[in-house]
């Protein structure tokens, strides 16, 4: 028999209230009551700093060193922080706009202005750095009208600075003063409602909105995952890596697990892309997590060096309890290729878990916590939060309800009413199915967007989550990403985006590309069960992904709609007898 993983972790037991109702429509619900959480994040910031002050809660690298900030000092300098913006005048309607990445002086802005019950808003380096009009950026300042600005290099971000017309305030200037009475007063007024983020999603069109985070969401979705996880409250998690703090995974799952448990996280300067995931790699050669967050596109660059690095291999895997993927639906020939390392490394002792969310529900509102052997699985939802499927085009569309979940957009009205329906859940707009439809406990998979989903010209639907990942991993590791085209047409194709580094080093040149994506179309027709299952035809796209057209988010997801939109010549390209299309 195959060795597979295992785990000696302690998990919530998988169980799940379902309530069917004459509409067709289902509900789910935890049968475990959510547990009581504080009124403010910083009361596990307190706790930390008095329970254990000396523990590192902070470390980012410095040359060939790490600069090291405990529990004590963190929130000594939350304390002075908090003053000195009251002091300065912020309230609650002058939100902090922080510009750049992930930084332990970015957290310890955050968990300051938090602190004083002010509202902080990490807004995503790209709209100041990759965007060449800054008009995402413009847009946002435009709506919440910041007391105060941060960015940690004022030099990188001067032309950001310029085209907002603001400047920037060093960390330095916020640390002069000592913290009195007026922060503690500040601390104490804060309930469960005050805002403490606004939180940008990219959105398929237009501006960025803003999505109201309030400490209730951020205090009770942790508590949530806790009783899921119970492990988490008996081993101070250690953390290394560089989701950034601007999305709702890595600056609340991640970042508030690590602060409400005692960990600690090693802010991880790498990226999931070509160049910069080395970064990443030199840093867990150093660290050994005992949790690990990804996403599919960072697992896959990842993995060759842990392929081919004992060393790096025998660090990662010393401590790992946990792996993590989210964010996106992790391809099934990565998941063997994990496990494969793990059975080898460490005997399979690990955790391969997932859950599924949005910043809208801060972020879980459906996890795993108990061991599944494969990929798509998403869990059922946790304590205190209720999930209703409702039957749409052939799926079942998911909505949201719990003290996780957003009250709305900030500065929209519009969006907030539209955004819930008539019982108060929000309308994602995903799709779930039973991952078993005999036995509901064994939770949920993701089922694409409803919204992405189209029929062919015969009226059959694609479901065009499912196909990309099906695509993507025939072409593996060749094709970064996907988007599927074929509405109201006869059949399925995909506009695809090319590696680089992988055609590099494959030895490919662009007849060697057409080839090998052409066997892959050939693969998958041989196991197609109908024309909806698999794209015949392909366009290789010569530009990437556009962030300012709302193609591309920073974290690397593809926005399918605005791909179609913007590249319609190429989709009637694809679909006709042009030359450069790729057929089986």
Request: aromatic share 8%.
């Amino acid at each position: 028999m195959k060795p597979r993983l295992h785990t000696t972790l302690e998990f919530g037991t998988p169980r799940v209230q379902v309530e069917k109702r004459a509409d067709g429509s289902v509900v789910l619900r935890s049968p475990d009551p959510l547990g009581t959480y504080p009124h403010a994040l910083g009361e596990w910031l307190v706790l930390w700093a008095t329970k254990t002050p000396d523990r590192v809660f902070l470390a980012e690298r410095t040359g060939d060193a790490w600069r090291e900030v405990t529990y004590a000092q963190a929130l000594k300098a939350a304390r002075r922080i908090g003053q000195s913006l009251l002091t300065r005048g912020l309230t609650a309607s002058t939100p902090i706009a922080i510009l750049s990445d992930n930084s332990v002086d970015h957290a310890l802005l955050a968990l300051g202005a938090m602190h004083a019950g002010l509202t902080v808003t990490p807004i995503s380096p790209a709209y100041s750095l990759m965007s060449k009009d800054h008009a995402k950026l413009r847009s946002i300042f435009s709506l919440i009208k910041p007391g105060l600005v941060f960015a940690q290099d004022s030099a990188k971000f001067a032309p950001a600075l310029a085209a907002t017309g603001t400047t920037a305030t060093p960390i330095d200037a916020l640390l002069e003063s000592p913290a009195g009475e007026r922060i503690d007063a500040a601390f104490a007024a804060i309930t469960p409602d005050t805002v403490a983020k606004i939180l940008f999603t990219s959105g398929s069109t237009g501006a960025p909105k803003g999505v109201i985070n309030t400490h209730r969401m951020l205090c009770s979705n942790q508590q949530s995952w806790a009783q899921l996880w119970p492990f988490v409250e008996e081993t101070p998690p250690v953390l290394c890596e560089w989701l950034p703090w601007n999305h709702t995974f890595g600056g609340n799952a991640t970042f508030n697990m690590v602060l409400r448990n005692g960990g600690t996280l090693y802010v991880d300067g790498g990226k999931p892309a070509p160049g910069l995931v080395e970064t990443t790699v030199r840093n867990l050669r150093e660290v050994s997590p005992t949790m690990y967050f990804n996403v599919p596109r960072g697992f896959d660059l990842l993995l060759p060096f842990l392929e081919t690095d004992p060393a790096l291999r025998r660090t990662f895997f010393k401590k790992l309890d946990v792996l993590f993927y989210a964010g996106a639906a992790l391809p099934q020939n990565l998941w063997e290729r994990l496990e494969a390392l793990a059975v080898a490394e460490n005997g399979g002792k690990l955790a391969m878990l997932s859950a599924w969310g949005s910043t809208e529900t801060s972020p879980m509102a459906a996890c795993v916590h108990y061991p599944i052997e494969r990929a798509g699985v998403v869990g059922n939802p946790g304590p205190g939060t209720e999930l209703k499927l409702v039957p749409s085009g052939g799926k079942l569309e998911v909505r949201v309800r719990g003290p996780n979940v957003t009250p709305g957009y900030f500065g929209r009205e519009d969006l907030t009413r539209s955004a819930f329906d008539a019982e108060g859940f929000y309308r994602i707009g995903d799709a779930m199915k039973f991952a078993d439809d005999t036995d509901p406990a064994k939770g949920i998979s993701f089922d694409g967007r409803v919204t992405e989903d189209f029929k062919l010209m015969s009226g059959t639907w694609v479901h065009v989550g499912a196909v990309r990942v099906k695509l993507i991993a025939a072409c593996d590791p060749l094709v970064q990403d996907a988007v599927i085209t074929g509405h109201d047409r006869e059949d399925m194709g995909a506009l695809v985006f090319v590696n680089p580094a992988a055609m590099k080093a494959l030895g490919l040149d662009a007849q060697g590309v057409r080839t090998r994506l052409k066997d892959a179309l050939h693969r998958l027709a041989e196991k197609s069960t109908g024309s909806s299952t698999a794209p015949v035809r392909l366009l290789v796209l010569d530009e990437p992904p556009s962030i300012d057209a709302n193609e591309i988010t920073d974290k690397g997801y593809i926005n399918q709609r605005a791909v179609l939109e913007r590249r319609s010549a190429l989709v009637e390209r694809l679909h006709s007898d042009a030359p450069e299309v790729i057929r089986p």
